[in-house]
């Protein structure tokens, strides 16, 4: 009997042992989903869904507890009525939950969505001359299983519907046998969303801005359409017509940022805002004027007014997107003259004796989203006349933020302020002793004159 007892402990012991080495399932999934994927790890990208062509696109945003929020929008300006002339464009806003990822295989987790809300879902109206109507978005409606893919999946054993939508659909022209970026695919639909992060440090975007980022992106990418149309117009009511459109895209850009601005900022941050917005536009229209003077009464008038007009807003789109906190993508780069402001000191009588006191300024002209060209003169203070001592094209990288320059006598590196105090009238350069340690200023940008 004492046998049998001992015998009883023993088989006991050894079970409770076993028990305490094994590992339920659920804590094998939780140890495997902490070394695998969460939600936490593309919480700083954004998922993009898009044909690429036609103005239209699916932006969507994946927080660290699974919850989403994103926009859609679609924009046909040739979709006009009596009450809407400026065309229509199909829109929403939404907010979701995914549910916990489940992992299919190393690369590979599936998710699907336990809620989604659409703001003003079904309505519409008119705005600015556009009509707004607002659906479901694109990527997301009918879906049922979501797939995540991680970066390092191979392309070739991707489905053929996901690699269609991210420029892989021809495996055989295609060199690259890794995805590089984490993909999001609605199997059902057989739909297709990549990621992106800043290619610097990432820009922290106020909730209520990234509206206005999508904004400036759906006006960039139907202004750039048009433009395309532009230099293929062969008369020139054509060209005075898309014109007008183009100017058309980046008005309504700048209505709609305003009434989210005056939404969102406090009321004296809009009070000096509108101030600044009443001053522009003056400027704004006295530019246009000049240079509709040029060629006043002749066919060209209706196409350079329209687009002085547009290249103008434009700029005043980002501008306003940076006042916003959000990354409107760009920073903008003017023509014009930048001198270097400490001639100030003899403007304004601090210094008198200027006769060896020279300064520079750096003449910037030709500027395209890739480049632009300068030249730089030395100055007398007292004559405003001196020599060009360099000339070039820059190269623009980093968004609009730094130029690079890389001649036989000089590599200069020019550096575009980002800071709302000072943004977008001045500039750094560094390469060359003669400019470096100084600020030039561009005193002529419409809206940003001063001293």
């Known amino acids: 009997m004492e046998g049998k007892r001992w015998l009883f402990i023993l088989v006991l012991l050894a079970v409770l ?51 989403f929020d994103g926009h859609f929008q679609d924009s046909n300006l040739g979709d006009t009525g009596e009450s809407y002339p400026n065309g229509t464009l199909y829109c929403s806003d939404f907010t979701g939950q995914f549910t916990e990822p489940e992992k299919v295989d190393d690369m590979t987790y599936r998710f699907q969505i336990e809620s989604i809300d659409y703001l003003q879902k079904g309505e519409e109206e008119i705005k600015y001359g556009v009509l707004y109507c607002y659906g479901d978005a694109y990527g997301l409606e009918g879906a049922e299983d979501l797939y995540l893919y991680l970066p390092g999946s191979e392309i070739a054993g991707l489905p053929e519907g996901y690699r269609s939508w991210v420029g892989y659909y021809d495996l055989e022209s295609t060199e690259e046998t890794e995805l590089p970026f984490y993909g999001l695919y609605n199997e059902k639909m057989e739909e297709g969303f990549s990621s992106s992060t800043p290619v610097n440090e990432p820009f922290l975007t106020p909730v209520w801005a990234r509206p206005i980022e999508r904004e400036v992106s759906a006006a960039q990418a139907e202004a750039d359409r048009l433009e395309e149309e532009l230099q293929n117009a062969v008369t020139q009511a054509d060209m005075n017509e898309i014109s007008g459109q183009i100017y058309a895209v980046w008005d309504n850009a ?7 601005l005056k939404e969102n900022k406090d009321e004296e941050s809009m009070e000096t805002l509108t101030e600044e917005e009443r001053y522009w ?47 409107p993508g760009i920073r903008l780069i ?60 820059a190269r623009i990288q980093y968004d609009g933020r730094e130029a690079v320059y890389e001649g036989e006598d000089a590599a200069l590196t020019f550096h575009f302020e980002t800071d709302l105090e000072v943004f977008p009238k001045y500039l750094t350069v560094e390469g060359w002793d003669k400019l470096e340690g100084r600020t030039y200023m561009n005193n002529t940008i419409p809206g940003h004159e001063s001293g």
Not at 254 to 260: C, E, K, P, Q, V
């Open 254 to 260: 700048l209505n709609t940022i305003w009434d989210i």
């Open 334 to 393: 003017y023509d014009g003259r930048y001198f270097d402001e400490s001639i100030y000191q003899y403007w304004t009588g601090e210094i008198t004796d200027a006769s060896s006191m020279t300064y520079c300024e750096i003449l910037i002209s030709g500027v395209t989203d890739e480049k632009f060209d300068f030249r730089i003169n030395e100055l007398s203070a007292e004559t405003d006349e001196g020599p060009e001592i360099l000339s070039g094209t």
């Open 281 to 327: 536009i003056r400027r704004k229209e006295e530019t246009v004027q000049e240079a509709g003077a040029e060629v006043e009464g002749g066919t060209l008038y209706s196409l350079v007014v329209n687009s002085k007009a547009a290249d103008l807003t434009r700029k005043r789109v980002y501008e306003l997107a940076a006042e916003a906190g959000a990354d």
């Open 17 to 67: 042992a076993a028990g305490c080495g094994r590992q339920t399932q659920t804590e094998v999934q939780t140890e495997e989903q902490a070394d695998g994927f969460s939600f936490a790890d593309v919480a700083d990208r954004e998922f993009y869904f898009s044909s690429g062509a036609g103005g239209w696109y699916t932006v969507l945003y994946i927080h660290e507890d699974g919850s």
